[in-house]
């Protein structure tokens, strides 16, 4: 059974503040939950898993494509990526793919979301564990420690200031550059490789219900219900 990212997400956040709320012998880290039957059994969540792996076997269509180009430490960034895509990730998993590039409106310089991506599954929750952080930087070293506890911050640094996070920062940076229209400020949204003025205000008001609107195929449960959450801060190249 493969590691269900988005199931493990959800398991993890539902827990009470500060408590994981898991059975004694439950020693694994949330990568692993749903790695094998007897982890998932020691971990609580044997039902969750097997349900969850039965809908991606089901899965009717294409998932829909979210790419969201961003910095940061951009105030926009950050709400949309931990207002907005993580929840509607966790909750629409089964219907979307999210790619990250951080690069936006930058110069090509280290950043540690390339190398944090580049080195373990667990990337997405731990850059949202950041982004939904007083101190972005900071936090790292803990969001590490909860999400990838075999990551140490020292490897992650050790990346991003070498010539592995120059490659990975300058990939993000062709992608960028890359992009038809030229993106014009961060967050930039991109749905199934198509951006436009339409489906960027669309995503910014309320990613989820586009997300559930645009997927081909049968419509899961969690489509049945609406999220309304705007967000329309910018951060521009000017």
């Known amino acids: 059974m493969k590691v269900l990212l988005p199931l493990l997400l959800a398991v993890w956040l539902s827990a009470p503040s500060g408590c994981t709320s898991l059975p004694p012998s439950c020693s694994e880290p949330p990568a692993k939950w749903c790695s094998s039957l ?6 609580g969540v044997l039902k969750q898993c097997l349900e969850a792996d039965f809908r991606k076997t089901h899965q009717t269509a294409d998932p829909v494509q979210v790419a969201l180009y961003y910095e940061s430490l951009c105030p926009g960034c950050r709400n949309f990526l931990a207002g907005m895509l993580f929840p509607t990730f966790v909750m629409l998993s ?38 939904s952080s007083a101190d972005v930087i900071g ?92 967000y329309k801060s910018y951060c521009t190249n000017e």
């Open 139 to 230: 936090s790292a070293e803990s969001c590490l420690k909860v999400y990838a506890p075999d990551l140490s911050i020292d490897k992650v640094m050790s990346c991003a200031k070498g010539d592995m996070g120059m490659q990975l920062m300058h990939q993000n940076a062709m992608m960028t550059k890359a992009l038809k229209p030229p993106h014009e400020y961060v967050p930039w949204v991109t749905i199934n490789g198509e951006h436009t003025d339409d489906l960027q205000d669309k995503a910014m008001s309320s990613l989820f219900t586009l997300v559930c609107s645009m997927y081909k195929g049968t419509k899961p449960p969690a489509c049945g219900g609406t999220q309304k959450i705007h």
């Open 38 to 43: 007897e982890s998932a059994a020691r971990c």
């Open 94 to 131: 089964d219907i979307m793919s999210v790619t990250l590039v951080p690069y936006g409106n930058a110069q090509e310089k280290p950043d540690g979301d390339n190398c944090i991506m580049n080195m373990t599954q667990m990337a997405f929750p731990i850059i949202f564990c950041m982004e």
